[in-house]
Each structure stands twice: as C-alpha cells, then as structure tokens.
Nanobody, 121 residues
Framework: QVQLVESGGGLVQPGGSLRLSCAAS????????MGWYRQAPGKQRELVAG???????NYADSVKGRFTISRDNAKNTVYLQMNSLKPEDTAVYYC???????????????WGQGTQVTVSS
C-alpha cells in the first residue's frame, strides 16, 4: 500500500507565504515525476507545478515567479513553497506522484487527500 500525505495548508493573508509538504510512504521501489495540483470550487483540477526525478521543473503561468517546487528523494517528499499569495490561489491542493511499487512493475499515479489553502484578509 502507498500513501501520500500532505501538510502545510491553512489560512493566510494576501501577500503571505505557505509551504506545503507531501510525503510518500509504504511499499515503494521508485518514484518518478511528482507534482502539485489544485482545484478551486466550481473549477477543474489544474497543474500548479511539476518536478521530474532529475529535478527539472515546470509551472503554471499563473504561479511562475511566486511558487517553487522541490523534492527530497531520500525522504520521498515533495514541497511547494508559495510566496506572494493571492486570493485566486485559494483552492484544495493535491500532490501527485508516479510510483513503482516493485522492481519490474511500471509506475502509476498516486494522489494525496488534499490540503486546503485559503488566501483572504
């Protein structure tokens, strides 16, 4: 069994910062791409940022220059540093990771349970 557990969400004022963490645990042989998605009420889930196993990153245009994704492969953890937060960043944030559970099985995507981020004064 594999679990992705997010933490770090909460309420923050506009212009503030939050750091999200997502730790993968369980029967894990390999982890490939990891990423953060978000879903606001009434909207589709969208990619916020992604990072490959080699450290290459990509970002949604709406968060470029404000958010930074990173990972610690030794801890099976991905982070999202969010600065200069805006009310439109309010959403449930989900982490995602491509995980292979055994040596010769392909990786498949796993999702965390989500953490609420609310940006409001």
């Amino acid at each position: 069994q594999v679990q992705l557990v997010e933490s770090g969400g909460g309420l923050v004022q506009p212009g503030g910062s939050l750091r999200l963490s997502c730790a993968a645990s369980g029967s894990i042989f390999s982890i490939g791409d990891m990423g953060w998605y978000r879903q606001a009420p009434g909207k589709q889930r969208e990619l916020v940022a992604g990072i490959t196993s080699g450290g290459s990153t990509n970002y949604a245009d709406s968060v470029k220059g404000r958010f930074t994704i990173s990972r610690d492969n030794a801890k099976n953890t991905v982070y999202l540093q969010m600065n200069s937060l805006k009310p439109e960043d309010t959403a449930v944030y989900y982490c995602n990771a491509d995980i292979g559970r055994w040596r010769f099985t392909p990786q498949r995507p796993y999702w965390g349970q989500g953490t609420q981020v609310t940006v409001s004064s």
